[in-house]
């Protein structure tokens, strides 16, 4: 059956459980803060996607690989091998390779305001969090850098000096033990409150790897956030937050594949055959404050400091093993990769409202540094070359010193014409100056062994971009609101810290440029019953920045390929059918195309027809049923989603070995809740048709052909208490 008509039976198997003299209900008004300040979603003139606390359990998005799908138009998996990095694609832009500390983000990410610059600690599983913002578009303007076709927002808990608390613990499949905590208490009495939350998870093997006969892909992971919130009077608030994070774990074991059909060569995405157990540690640790103080003409002076440190070693296997004449099993291509990252940023911001409040406006200065030290060391064996005693053929070492200064100022404001007609117009001017040091070590182990001098290279760049932004908006009646804008974002340049040579190395490439035409509409009606939104969009790309392998040792060289072309539409719509029934649904396209392309780059060389990682079709249904029931004295939910995305490729490489086919996913939980809402006990469940599927390919004629196989089904039992 065609996916559309899958899509309409869903609905309608739904839609027939709704009884017509039930109470007619109202959707739970939203409250986002993507412009920098308070706005109802339906009054806020960006495409943006939000769920609250209570939306993101229904959802079951435990950690941030599970947004994936759940807002129009945005794929999230791990990025390569590592459970613990994010690789994240948007409106047809992102970034493949994001465990390296030269490579900069599409997708801007924000924890309480802070802008995380590295993907490496982002898959973070979540707790104590009080809303998620994806806003799509570039938002250059209010957020700078490397938020090129949007951003995704975290806004945790902040204590309101009540005494409250709540506590879960769940058992899951391969073993998977987590708990987690959050515990809020007054300090002094409408003055200083405190917070402490915590998580930890244990999760066992879900891979058999034949060669060592043993299960793999374990992981734990543990984090505790600290947080205080002083209002010493009514015009100021202060909130400083601490936190720690680790995430110990042997990456996610990747399966060879037959360069004849791309099957798995041991029979099963789950069964692999590399001759060792990779292993990955990341922590991240940090702090931040904000501090907010209202004056009394409707101005507010905000400053946000923060600082993050990271650590993220890793030695795994991308090339899946291979098995050898002589019935041994080798490792084609692993990687050993050693960060730390430190990071500061400082925001002083204004806003506040004038001409009688038909003016609104939000303008500040910004400044980020960020300093890593990264070690890289990559060992390829061709597939061809047989069995001998020797470890490696070709190995490269890389030792990076980076430093990053981000400079910007920036201003926004909305002019209300009428009371229903308002014009926005914003810009930023940013400045990053990178300074590198990089050292090479190159050794040959075929034919003939010799180990290469060490070339030390010392460069830096200086980038500078303004990102304007013109917006305006209607309210055409109470329950439709319209808006339309034409923005530019950037993700910045900078250098090949894959290169593993000096020539690579240097071969800077300049930043990615894109400007997004927009226009869309939202709206409420039926009695505030049902919420339909929806957004075209298209995007134009300069200077387009994409990753190829470079050379016969595995060197990732990112270089600007020339200009593209996106365009898409996105569809939200949510329909309370009852006061128990709420139903579901989304839709989103993009058709890309490539207007011009730089005749030496890999897009030409692998006359690549479409944009990494853009699939043509999204769509999802379903529905949250609360029912009832007085004999169990509470209720019981209900709640499932159906999921279809079509078939893409992550890279230039696009063949029939490197294209990721399309998924169809199910997921769905039943619980129950105590009528006084304290406590609840939840099965639930993800991919429940176990579909077996990739989510990224690598492919390196004669070298890798490896598949990353995502999760399968999972299942989850889970109690929590509320007090």
Do not use: C
Request: no cysteine; aromatic share 12%; glycine share 8%.
């Amino acid at each position: 059956m065609p996916f559309k008509s899958r899509l309409l039976l869903g609905a309608a198997m739904v839609t027939l459980t709704v009884d017509a003299n039930a109470q007619q209900p109202v959707l739970e008004e939203i409250v986002v803060t993507a412009q920098r300040r308070e706005q109802n979603l339906q009054q806020a003139p960006v495409a943006v996607t939000a769920f609250t606390a209570s939306e993101l359990e229904k959802a079951q998005v435990n950690a941030m690989i599970d947004l994936s799908s759940r807002a129009p138009n945005l794929f999230i998996s791990n990025a390569s091998a590592s459970p613990a990095t994010v690789r994240t694609f948007l409106r047809g832009a992102g970034q493949n390779d994001n465990t390296i500390p030269t490579a900069e983000q599409s997708v801007g990410f924000y924890v309480d305001d802070i802008y995380q610059a590295r993907g490496n600690a982002l898959n973070t599983e979540f707790f104590d969090i009080e809303r998620i913002e994806v806003l799509r578009g570039p938002q250059g303007t209010l957020y700078g850098r490397n938020s090129a076709v949007g951003a995704i927002k975290i806004v945790t808990v902040v204590p309101n000096g009540e005494t409250t608390g709540k506590a879960d613990v769940s058992y899951g499949r391969y073993n998977e033990f987590k708990t987690r905590g959050t515990f809020q208490f007054p300090i002094i009495e409408d003055k200083l409150a405190a917070s402490l939350s915590g998580i930890y998870m244990d999760r066992g093997g879900d891979r058999f790897n034949t060669v060592l006969g043993r299960k793999v892909n374990e992981r734990k992971y543990g984090g505790l956030r600290g947080v205080f919130h002083y209002t010493p009077s009514d015009d100021l608030d202060i909130v400083f937050r601490a936190f720690w994070t680790r995430d110990k774990n042997q990456h996610n074991s990747v399966t060879a594949a037959s360069n004849l059909d791309g099957r798995p060569i041991s029979g099963s995405f789950f069964r692999v055959t590399v001759p060792f157990v990779p292993v990955g540690r990341t922590q991240q640790n940090g702090f931040n404050g904000k501090l907010t103080y209202d004056f009394s003409n409707d101005w507010n002076l905000e400053y946000i400091g923060s600082y993050l440190s990271l650590t993220d070693d890793s030695f795994a296997d991308v090339s899946g093993g291979q098995r050898l004449a002589n019935g041994t099993v080798r490792s084609n291509f692993n990687i050993l990769t050693e960060v730390d990252n430190d990071q500061m940023s400082h925001e002083l911001k204004f806003s506040g409202d004038l001409a009688d409040g038909n003016f609104k406006s939000v303008f500040g200065a910004y400044y980020f540094r960020e300093t890593t030290q990264g070690y890289l060391d990559s060992r390829i064996i061709p597939q061809g070359i047989p069995a001998l005693p020797i470890p490696f053929v070709v190995r490269n070492e890389t030792n990076l010193d980076l430093a990053t200064d981000s400079y910007a100022l920036f201003g926004q404001g909305t002019f209300y014409v009428t009371e229903q007609l308002g014009i926005t117009l914003g810009g930023r001017y940013s400045t990053d100056q990178k300074d590198a040091t990089a050292n090479f070590t190159g050794t040959s182990g075929f034919p003939v062994f010799a180990v290469a001098p060490t070339t030390r290279v010392t460069t830096d760049k200086k980038f500078k971009e303004f990102t304007p932004k013109f917006g305006a908006e209607y309210q055409a009646s109470d329950d439709v609101f319209l808006f339309a804008n034409a923005a530019k974002g950037f993700k910045g340049g900078g250098f090949n810290g894959r290169g593993n040579t000096a020539t690579i190395f240097q071969a800077t490439f300049n930043e990615e440029t894109v400007w997004t035409y927009e226009a869309g509409f939202k709206s409420e009606f039926a009695d505030n019953r049902m919420r339909l939104n929806a957004t075209y969009f298209l995007n134009k790309f300069s200077d387009l920045q994409l990753q190829a392998f470079v050379g016969a040792a595995g060197a990732v060289a990112t270089s600007n390929a020339g200009k593209a072309r996106v365009h898409g539409l996105e569809v939200e719509a949510t329909y309370a059918a009852t006061d128990e029934l709420t139903l579901r649904a989304s839709v989103a396209t993009m058709s890309d195309k490539y207007t011009r392309v730089d005749p030496t780059s890999d897009v030409a060389t692998n006359r690549a027809t479409g944009l990494p990682t853009t699939p043509a079709f999204e769509g999802s249904v379903g529905f949250d049923w609360n029912v009832p029931v007085p004999a169990m004295d509470g209720e019981i939910a209900v709640g499932s989603t159906y999921t279809h995305r079509a078939s893409f490729f992550p890279g230039t490489v696009q063949t029939f070995l490197t294209r990721v086919k399309s998924q169809d996913l199910v997921d769905a939980r039943i619980g129950w809740t105590h009528e006084d809402g304290q406590w609840s006990v939840t099965a639930s469940g993800r991919n429940l048709l176990d579909r077996h599927y990739t989510f990224t390919t690598l492919f390196i004629a004669g070298v890798v052909n490896a598949r990353y196989p995502a999760a399968r089904r999972e299942w989850h039992l889970t109690a929590k208490y509320t007090y």
